[in-house]
């Protein structure tokens, strides 16, 4: 893939205990070859996500996230994400995150005055 990718401080760590007390997974709205390499750069030993990685491609409704792709309880789920619309039918699982724009260029394109800071 053409595009620079920068992790979020301290994701691997949390990766890493999330993976001990939940299933976790991956789910993106943009297309399956980017979900795949997000994948790879975030689990490159394939620990965390194994085959649960999910795009717009599984989902079952347009531009909408759906619980019903991931195995489990709806009141057992938690979702990270930083964008709440998506969601519309699960917005009590839902707990928002800020954006996190390392580069100037992508905070600019989201309106944001500066990169988010390692010590955040």
């Not at 909408?64 to 930083?82: H, T, Y």
Request: hydrophobic letters at 35%; glycine letters at 4%.
């Amino acid at each position: 893939m053409h595009m620079m990718t920068k992790l979020r401080p301290f994701v691997r760590p949390f990766l890493k205990e999330a993976n001990e007390m939940f299933e976790t997974y991956i789910y993106t709205m943009s297309d399956r070859p980017y979900a795949l390499e997000m994948a790879k750069l975030l689990d490159p030993q394939g620990e965390y996500f194994k085959a649960k990685v999910n795009s717009r491609d599984d989902g079952t409704q347009k531009h909408q996230k759906g619980l019903d792709v991931v195995l489990g309880q709806e009141s057992a789920v938690l979702i990270l994400d930083d964008t709440e619309h998506t969601w519309m039918k699960h917005k009590d699982n839902l707990r928002l995150m800020e954006r996190c724009h390392f580069f100037a260029s992508s905070s600019r394109q989201f309106g944001l005055q500066i990169p988010c800071r390692i010590d955040e």
